[in-house]
């Protein structure tokens, strides 16, 4: 049985952290205790019968999202960032309450640069090129590409063929640029308005596209030829380049 995080500890660990949202002009809900996913939250403990999670919200008025924190005495801890028509949802497993600590003081910041926007998964075997064998998930989004890069064992299992055959319908993303770029020196965020040329091809096994930006820099993508990418960067990227796309 896994070890459960005592509530009451939390509530009296988020007292710090709720000061310095205050103090850093966010407004801050109360501790809120419930009982069950579907109970109703409320600030008065002696009124939920034994809780067993808790919950505590943070807005700013710069931030396009606000911030829900709750946590479960199973030890799982959710971030959720919602706007007023969407929102992403997190899970994190937290094994003490110093990580979860760390949590709290990652959280608001994040908060703080999270946009919500609509992105279509095109590709899971994207690489930056010849070179780089891992995987990488590349998005679609409607101010340009991303590729943040995934790890060894999809990169096996996509070998394999466990590929995307058809294209994702999408869906809501929290777009943090600073979080994708820190993440990985392989990760690349292509924004559309910066784009002066592209070249864009498609092989029997592979397909690229190599993009140089109005700036000097070249950036290269490649993903296998049985994922989408090619067909919806080709609807994509024509429109908006005309004669400075290359097929």
Same mark, same amino acid.
């Given at each position: 049985?896994?070890?459960?995080?005592?509530?009451?500890?939390?509530?009296?660990? +988020? &007292? $710090?952290?709720? #000061?310095?949202?205050?103090?850093?002009?966010?407004?801050?809900?109360?501790?809120?205790?419930?009982?069950?996913?579907? &109970? $109703?939250? @409320?600030?008065?403990?002696?009124?939920?019968?034994?809780?067993?999670r808790l919950e505590v919200h943070v807005a700013h008025a710069t931030w396009e999202v606000q911030l829900v924190v709750e946590w479960e005495e199973t030890?799982?801890?959710? +971030?959720?960032?919602?706007?007023?028509?969407?929102?992403? /949802? #997190?899970?994190w497993r937290v094994r003490s309450l110093d990580q979860g600590d760390a949590l709290l003081d990652q959280a608001p910041a994040r908060a703080s640069r999270?946009?919500?926007?609509?992105?279509?998964? +095109?590709?899971?075997?994207? @690489?930056? &090129?010849?070179?780089?064998?891992?995987?990488? #998930?590349?998005?679609?989004? $409607? @101010?340009? +590409?991303v590729r943040v890069r995934s790890g060894l064992m999809d990169s096996v299992a996509n070998s394999f063929g466990s590929s995307l055959w058809t294209p994702?319908?999408? /869906?809501?993303?929290?777009?943090?640029?600073?979080?994708?770029?820190?993440? *990985?020196?392989?990760?690349?965020?292509? $924004?559309?308005?910066?784009?002066?040329?592209?070249?864009?091809?498609?092989?029997?096994?592979?397909?690229?596209? @190599?993009?140089?930006?109005?700036?000097?820099?070249? *950036?290269?993508?490649?993903?296998?030829?049985? #994922?989408?990418? /090619?067909?919806?960067?080709?609807?994509?990227?024509?429109?908006?380049?005309?004669?400075?796309?290359?097929?």
């Amino acid at each position: 049985m896994r070890q459960r995080i005592d509530l009451d500890l939390v509530a009296a660990r +988020l &007292g $710090p952290h709720r #000061e310095r949202w205050t103090s850093a002009q966010c407004w801050v809900s109360p501790v809120l205790w419930r009982r069950g996913q579907d &109970g $109703p939250p @409320t600030a008065d403990r002696t009124s939920v019968d034994t809780p067993d999670r808790l919950e505590v919200h943070v807005a700013h008025a710069t931030w396009e999202v606000q911030l829900v924190v709750e946590w479960e005495e199973t030890g799982w801890a959710h +971030l959720r960032f919602r706007s007023e028509t969407q929102g992403v /949802h #997190e899970r994190w497993r937290v094994r003490s309450l110093d990580q979860g600590d760390a949590l709290l003081d990652q959280a608001p910041a994040r908060a703080s640069r999270i946009r919500l926007l609509h992105a279509q998964l +095109l590709a899971r075997t994207c @690489t930056t &090129g010849w070179l780089d064998w891992i995987h990488g #998930e590349r998005w679609l989004l $409607p @101010t340009g +590409l991303v590729r943040v890069r995934s790890g060894l064992m999809d990169s096996v299992a996509n070998s394999f063929g466990s590929s995307l055959w058809t294209p994702s319908p999408g /869906h809501a993303v929290g777009f943090d640029p600073t979080a994708v770029l820190a993440a *990985h020196r392989t990760n690349k965020i292509i $924004p559309f308005d910066g784009i002066d040329s592209a070249r864009l091809h498609s092989g029997v096994t592979t397909s690229g596209l @190599t993009v140089t930006m109005v700036d000097g820099t070249r *950036h290269k993508l490649l993903w296998l030829s049985s #994922e989408p990418a /090619h067909r919806v960067l080709t609807d994509r990227l024509l429109p908006m380049l005309g004669a400075r796309l290359i097929r």
